[in-house]
C-alpha cells in the first residue's frame, strides 16, 4: 500500500494564481481532512470530508474549496492565491470508527509571491 | 474552544538523557490525546495515543500517560538517540464525528551526541 499520498511536494505561485493539490489514499479509509502547517502554531484544520460527496469546514477554510467524489481523493483547490496561504499543506486520512490512528502524507510546500 | 499547549523548543539532549515534553490541553467532554513525530523534511507520524483516563500509551520507547486530573499528557523517553531527533506535537481529538486533530504549535527536540 502506498497510504497517503500528495502532489506536488513544492509549487511555486504568483499572487491571484489557482491550483489544486492532490490527495490520494488506498487504504479505503472514510475520513480525509487537509491541514496546514505554518511556524510556530502547529497544525490547523482547512477541510475535512467523512465520506464520498460529504465535506465539511475545518477551522481555517477561507480560501480554500474540496471535493470528495471518490473515496480515494480528496483535492484542495485554492480559488485565488495569496501570499498567506504560503505554509506546508498535510492531507491525512483514517477510519471513521473509534478512535482510529490518522495517517499522513508527506506534505506540499507551497509558496506564494 | 478545545486546545493544547506544548513547551517552548527548541530542547537540546544529550545522547542517553531522560525526556519530557510537557502538554497539557483544555477540551470538553472526554478527549482521545496523541503525540505525533515529524522527522526532518518528512509528514507526521503518529507516536503513541491514549484513548481514556489513566491510559498509558507507549512505543518505541517513549510513554505518555493519560491525567485527566491535570489535564495533562506529558511525553516521556528514559535515553533518547540522536535519531529521536525531530518535532513532536501533542494533539486531541474531542468529537469523534469530526475526527478533527487539535495540534499544540510543536516541540523540537535536538539530541547530541
Known amino acids: 500500500n502506498a497510504g497517503v499520498t500528495q502532489t506536488p511536494k513544492f509549487q511555486v505561485l504568483k499572487t491571484g494564481q489557482s491550483m489544486t493539490l492532490q490527495c490520494a489514499q488506498d487504504m479505503n479509509h472514510e475520513y480525509m481532512s487537509w491541514y496546514r502547517q505554518d511556524p510556530g502554531m502547529g497544525l490547523r484544520l482547512i477541510h475535512y470530508s467523512v465520506g464520498a460527496g460529504i465535506t465539511d469546514q475545518g477551522e481555517v477554510p477561507n480560501g480554500y474549496n474540496v471535493s470528495r467524489s471518490t473515496t480515494e481523493d480528496f483535492p484542495l483547490r485554492l480559488l485565488s492565491a495569496a501570499p498567506s496561504q504560503t505554509s506546508v499543506y498535510f492531507c491525512a486520512s483514517g477510519r471513521l470508527a473509534g478512535q482510529e490512528t490518522q495517517y499522513f502524507g508527506p506534505g506540499t510546500r507551497l509558496l506564494v509571491l | ?113
Open chain 2, 1 to 113: 474552544g478545545d486546545s493544547v499547549t506544548q513547551m517552548e523548543g527548541p530542547v537540546t539532549l544529550s545522547e542517553e538523557a531522560f525526556l519530557t515534553i510537557n502538554c497539557t490541553y483544555t477540551a470538553t467532554g472526554y478527549p482521545s490525546l496523541f503525540w505525533y513525530v515529524q522527522y526532518p523534511g518528512e509528514g507526521l507520524q503518529l507516536l503513541l495515543k491514549a484513548t481514556k483516563a489513566d491510559d498509558k500509551g507507549s512505543n518505541k520507547g517513549f510513554e505518555a500517560t493519560y491525567r485527566k486530573e491535570t489535564t495533562s499528557f506529558h511525553l516521556e523517553k528514559g535515553s533518547v538517540q540522536v535519531s529521536d531527533s525531530a518535532v513532536y506535537f501533542c494533539a486531541l481529538n474531542a468529537d469523534t464525528g469530526r475526527r478533527a486533530l487539535t495540534f499544540g504549535s510543536g516541540t523540537r527536540l535536538q539530541v547530541q551526541p
